[in-house]
């Protein structure tokens, strides 16, 4: 962690200008938390009218004070927070917290002042923290610059979880969701407006404290993608789960949250693809973040997703295997002596199959749980359990239930969640440390999401490339020329030399080199005119398919050539290609994304791409098993496989372009906006993949 | 409501056979019930040990009885149970509930013992409620003829919700997460195995109390489609809506099913098509059925979906809106005067755009809620409003909002609901009356559901319609014939007497015959053999398309006749048809289905039906509206209306299609088995559209 930052999460001491001896008061409370929650450091309350603050020595300003404070604390508004700051700067102060709003979520103006404000606090070597935001709160020392009244309306606990968020109502929410389910939380750190500390940056320092098990992220705007990236690779590597919100989603939230924090849009498919690259898992919002959180913290990290679900309720097995299906958590196959060992222990009514339904037959006999759970729990083939009791209360041996269930968890370390809506049967269970929820959707939600958080994080995944932090301008030479785009021919070149299949061509420019290119490329042929200035040639009637005989080719060669010509187009040429067909056509495209960088999709090919997108996103580098997965997650997936006898399609031909396409928008260090490969025709296996048009266009034109 | 289901839900007099001493047994809760909740009719407990059971006279036996009272619960199991039912058959008891488990749900054997029994109880006049049941309760008289624990964990009180499952487990967890809810609950009813009394007779007669206002399902199968049909359309008649649970959505849920209330499978594509028909919502579990209940209870029937968002977090302002996205609750574009209305109250960095953040200003003034909503009622864009208030606490006057709340209800009726996790802040609106949730997930699904559930309500449906209940045999008549399938001619002949268009065609029974009808339907041709017992005519190469000629014609006919008799098959003739291409292949197709009767399947047509479905289905009878409602439904649904420069496709003509397909499985009356008809060529609007290949089988060969 940078000593900038650790000045911020364990100050020795903290400057509060604007204090206040009401503890009710923005200004009171910091003080009255680190008096609290035992601050060991030094407080310093800035207050001209005061002598004293809540019992401590108050200042007049910070050059009052007898020595520059770690943590400055800018609880004061509008101009005189601005003031503050740049005084904080010149005092030494190594972090000042900004809680002022009315600043870059207010508009272009205030975009440009904390801009401003930002850079000379860097210039003088202190880190910002805000505008517009709740501050820091750290239980682990007491360190709390920030205001939040959840602090009193849930009493704190040091605990293995650290929440970091732009929004501090959301971090003071998850805070409180996660204290209510009495889990520990150690840090809740709000950057509300990023003028200069992004999320990335105090993720980065909370993923450092090795006392913590679970990161929490709440984003509007990915601001630092490259440092966040960097983060989820050494939590990874460590073991730290890192769960994230990001707003944002939808184009009337992301309007939302540029009002809110200012933030730019980020593409959500991008997110997406950038969140699973990086082994972060992603949910709605914070109430799902904390439903996981006990779960997590158990440690438990799943080999796989076969589930065995108990209940006493029938019905509840029904919609239990109803669930099990959604959730991709299948069933598992108990062995013939596992079916035989439950069946002598419960009643002849009740099914030992998988889901066993030990029936009301529970009330009776208290002993079913104990009998049935070590039954199970010797069969290899169980991953994940699932006990659902939805009807218990009075004459029901609850406590001997969750007693045996603690004592199957000790012995098999495997997960094992509870569903029970009763207060009364729910509380023993979570007594003993047993995940317990509400209904089998949260349970069987969050045994899924462990599962896959799980599977992903062990997936092993290259480093940020340093090429895509570089600057443009890059070794790749692209073709001289100042348009935006270039033409297929050079499309088609560029593409070829960097590994990618393209289809037999010949750039003519001439009716006789046409009409010789006809038989060369191997009939029947097409032909499409080539320039830079038309990169849509379709829509101007510019490719002519199945041209039969060379004296047609070289016909359409004169017609388009002037066409071109009328068109005010340059004349580059006309290109004479093969007709390449294979068995599904698909696209493959990259471009350059303002905040992640290259960007790759691959998806169904043909007519309606943009009507009915069914496409997968893919943040370079990834390899062909990368891609082979992400084909998996399209809905045409089926035909990959070959379906109605059907031979297979050439998945590895067509992942083997996907990743030279990624290679070459890297490659492209920042020149190539875009490519756009649409149709690559993707035979049977073996039979190979063909690119048959391509569009480069280049960046910063 | 029938006098026997009369019998059962206001008994005049109760027999308890097997009757306990301890309120803790089985056999003594129900008494125990009925004494503590106020049943002004007689109990006969029956035990021969006692003399007195629970303060009460006991009886030796059921002709011991001074009576034969109207309801008999029968405690005891296994041959005694079935024993005790013939007893109170013969005694003239009008309705029995047999409690005992091990009947249908154990197996086949079990299956036939309560057929017998549910056949002698009805020849004597008596209705059975179960086996395998928890039995009934109604609380608005204190007949409580089931020994729920529930009732113990959470006192009952009368309300204007009614309960029935097949479960017990499950209609006890309904009862106790609405009364947990504060909500008073009347019947909770569970009908078990059905072996005579089903959730649809049950549905029906709760349907008929006055003082239903909301009426919760909870199936496994559904057993009488007819009935239920018929309680919908009486219950949407009064304003009735009825919230259902059908479990046994996936495979292995059905398989649960089998062995939980040995219920048969439904197809459930089909199950969503009849309640969507009927007007039944369809939610996932009892949970979502009492999440919802407060909302409906308030009788709102939202004539609109665009939302209102007001929170005091930014954060959930942005969150809010993707969720309106997803939920399709499109955000109220605010009127230039509303929006100027609510600005001049909130303070300057406050967004004043739907949504509407007022900010943690909030806490310093406790007026901005109640300057904000009236200011907002007064807009007519606003169909639904949401308060979501994820942080406050102490410092807040969460008692003046909840009251800015519940005038703004009063004053304008529109639905208004409140997200709040913490109780403290719940509570003053749960209060007031207003539905409050523990998240925006949640509240913002309820509302959307109460839109869509109502517009759903308020579509006008015909009735189940008669030829659908009676038996096969109808006036319809199929070609004469014993085989499964007609063949490709006499299919497409049924279609066209019914109003379908068909292409071109003339079934050729020699090569010369073959060469004339090649000129008269137009070239090119399709040549296709033709025999009932080649159904799939592709998989044999029995298709040639684009035939060119008269001689290619004559000569496919002899090559198709030979192969004919090559397979064995008939040779009833070779068909000459038209090539006619539209601009999309669409697939219709219709069947017979065991439990519902004729199910309709309108999709995206083509080689891939099979491997990537898109289908919509639909339950006769319906009209060309509801067919382009659910075409709407359909993945391609963007290609009806014309995209990349394309002309809308003729919906018209492909729906009147549908339509006619539906009337001909239906006036097949149990004759036709499936229709197949694919593809359906649909051209641009106006071109209509052309049924160029179908397949009928027939039923009960």
């Known amino acids: 962690m940078s000593d900038l930052l650790e000045s911020a999460l364990n100050p020795k001491s903290v400057a509060v200008i604007g204090a206040s001896e009401n503890i009710h008061k923005i200004g009171g409370r910091p003080i009255h938390y680190m008096q609290k929650f035992g601050f060991a450091g030094r407080i310093y309350p800035i207050n001209p009218q005061r002598e004293e603050v809540q019992g401590l020595e108050s200042y007049a300003s910070l050059a009052a004070l007898p020595e520059a404070p770690d943590l400055a604390l800018v609880i004061v508004g509008g101009e005189k927070a601005v003031a503050a700051v740049d005084e904080c700067a010149a005092r030494g102060v190594k972090s000042a917290v900004v809680i002022a709003s009315g600043f870059g979520e207010a508009g272009e103006e205030g975009r440009e002042v904390q801009r401003a404000m930002a850079r000379r606090a860097r210039a003088a070597g202190m880190r910002l923290y805000g505008p517009n935001t709740q501050g820091l709160a750290n239980f682990g020392n007491g360190a709390i610059a920030g205001f939040s009244t959840m602090f009193v309306e849930v009493p704190p606990a040091d605990g293995p979880i650290g929440v970091v968020s732009q929004s501090g109502g959301m971090s003071a929410m998850a805070y409180g969701l996660l204290r209510g389910r009495g889990l520990g939380v150690r840090h809740v750190h709000a950057t509300g407006n990023e003028a200069d500390v992004t999320v990335s940056d105090m993720a980065w320092a909370v993923a450092h404290d090795p006392d913590v098990k679970l990161l929490l992220l709440y984003l509007e705007t990915i601001a630092d993608p490259e440092l966040l990236a960097r983060t989820a690779a050494y939590a990874r590597e460590r073991g730290l789960p890192i769960v994230a919100v990001k707003a944002g989603r939808s184009a009337s939230g992301q309007k939302a949250a540029s009002s809110h924090t200012g933030s730019l849009a980020n593409e959500d498919r991008a997110v997406d693809a950038f969140f699973r690259h990086h082994g972060i898992w992603r949910v709605r919002d914070p109430h799902a973040q904390a439903l996981a959180a006990e779960a997590y913290l158990k440690g438990w990290r799943p080999e796989g997703r076969r589930l065995v679900i108990i209940s006493n309720s029938g019905a509840s097995c029904v919609m239990g295997a109803d669930a099990s299906e959604e959730f991709g958590l299948p069933l598992a196959e108990l062995s013939a002596s596992t079916r035989e060992n439950v069946a002598s222990r419960l009643p002849g009514f009740a099914t030992a199959t998988n889901p066993i339904d030990i029936t009301a037959a529970l009330l009776s006999n208290s002993g079913l749980f104990g009998d049935v759970l070590p039954a199970v729990a010797a069969d290899p083939a169980a991953d994940l359990f699932f006990i659902n009791i939805p009807v218990a209360g009075a004459g029901y041996d609850v406590e001997a239930f969750a007693n045996d269930t603690a004592r199957f968890e000790a012995a098999t370390g495997k997960p094992v969640v509870v569903a029970a809506w009763q207060a009364s049967v729910a509380a023993p269970f979570k007594a003993r440390g047993i995940p317990t ?221 996907v990743v030279a396409v990624g290679r070459l928008i890297v490659a492209g260090g920042g020149s190539i906006a875009s490519i756009d490969v649409n149709p690559v025709m993707v035979g049977a296996a073996g039979e190979g993949a063909m690119v048959v048009d391509a569009l480069v266009e280049r960046a910063g034109t």
């Open 437 to 657: 929820f509400g209904n089998e959707t949260e349970a069987l939600g969050v045994l899924a999401q462990l599962a896959s958080h799980t599977a992903l994080m062990r997936e092993s995944h290259a480093p940020w490339p340093e090429a895509l932090a570089s600057a443009p301008g890059s070794a790749l030479a692209l073709p001289q020329g100042t348009g935006r785009f270039l033409n297929e021919a050079q499309s088609l070149a560029l593409l070829a030399a960097h590994g990618v299949p393209v289809v037999a061509h010949q750039l003519c420019r001439s009716a006789a080199e046409a009409r010789d290119a006809w038989g060369a490329v191997g009939a029947p042929a097409v032909v499409k005119a080539c320039s830079a200035d038309v990169p849509h040639k379709s829509e101007h009637g510019l490719v002519a398919l199945r041209v039969g005989s060379a004296d047609a080719a070289a016909a359409l060669f004169d017609a388009q050539w002037a066409k071109l010509a009328a068109l005010g187009a340059a004349q580059e040429g006309v290109l004479v290609a093969a007709m390449h067909k294979g068995r599904h056509e698909f696209m493959v495209g990259a471009r350059l994304d303002p905040v992640f960088g290259p960007v790759v999709v691959v998806g169904d090919g043909g007519t309606y791409v943009e009507a009915l997108p069914d496409v997968a996103v893919l943040l370079p580098p990834f390899d062909t098993a990368e891609v082979k997965k992400a084909l998996d997650t399209l809905r045409i997936a089926p035909l990959l496989g070959g379906v109605r006898g059907e031979p297979p399609l050439d998945v590895e031909a067509l992942a083997a372009v």
